[in-house]
């Protein structure tokens, strides 16, 4: 039988109406974007965690309260949340929180290694790993356009006005950030071809 | 004449974000120049990297909130 999607508003209405597994399923299809957005500003594990958790607790009381407004949509308005309250905790702290080391057990759950062999997969989570850490390296100003750009789905011109800067500043933040990581990338990439080919 | 396009110009396309008649200018201006491919292949190629990137969180996350949330029902109760 053919699995056809409900869309997010469908899910919310059932959720209103006391379906609890309606919110699971929009948490199931939304917390990953919602935790990278979190993660990428304030680039703590733990502090991101606990974010996404009040992310999603303000949400359900907002529409509890039948303050929400259907006429948005429900992605980039959580988003919306998380950025928020990301910004806050960073502005609160007055300084990027301490990088945690992560011991790698519990972090890769959700990626998905399903095809290929354990190379591949040893490969993707290194690559996924050291473009971890370069997005983590990334001048504020360069990450920031990156987070909204990818993960809240926001316009040049939006983000532009949202930070205050000019359309052309928020391209060229962007433009350097993906040269910056593209660079990276490919030194690393060399490193490793080095070490793995040395003869 | 060929239009010459600023590096802010091929961000907005990686992004489609570019005009349809600036697009069609710039797909013009890439079939004769070639260093303009090799920028914009290497925009792509990282914009293509972001795009399948996410953070894995805890698996214990859903979970943790899934009780929060069952929690409040219960109060409002």
Request: charged share 30%.
């Amino acid at each position: 039988m053919k699995h056809i999607e409900q869309s997010d508003s469908l899910l919310l209405s059932q959720y209103m109406k006391g379906n609890e597994e309606a919110f699971a399923e929009l948490l199931k299809r939304h917390q990953n974007r919602v935790f990278s957005t979190v993660y990428l500003i304030v680039k703590d594990q733990y502090v991101a965690e606990d974010l996404v958790q009040e992310v999603f607790i303000k949400a359900v009381k907002t529409i509890k309260s039948g303050k929400y407004n259907e006429e948005g949509k429900f992605l980039p308005w959580v988003l919306r949340i998380a950025h928020n309250l990301a910004i806050d905790h960073f502005r609160k702290n007055k300084r990027y929180p301490m990088i945690v080391m992560e011991d790698g057990s519990n972090v890769f759950n959700t990626l998905e290694f399903s095809e290929g062999s354990i190379e591949n997969a040893q490969i993707k989570e290194d690559t996924y790993n050291q473009l971890k850490n370069l997005i983590k390296e990334l001048p504020d100003s360069q990450r920031e356009v990156l987070v909204m750009r990818h993960y809240m789905q926001m316009s040049f011109q939006d983000i532009a006005e949202a930070t205050g800067v000019s359309i052309n500043t928020a391209l060229g933040r962007m433009r350097y950030a993906l040269i910056n990581l593209r660079k990276k990338m490919k030194q690393t990439e060399n490193a490793y071809d080095k070490n793995v080919y040395r003869k | 004449m060929t239009k010459t396009f600023t590096e802010n110009e091929l961000i907005k396309h990686v992004y489609g974000e570019l005009e349809t008649r600036e697009k069609e200018m710039l797909e013009v201006a890439l079939l004769k120049d070639e260093a303009l491919r090799d920028q914009l292949f290497e925009l792509q190629l990282m914009k293509t990297e972001l795009d399948h990137f996410e953070i894995a969180h805890s698996s214990s996350l859903t979970e943790k909130i899934m009780m929060k949330v069952s929690v409040m029902k219960e109060v409002s109760i």
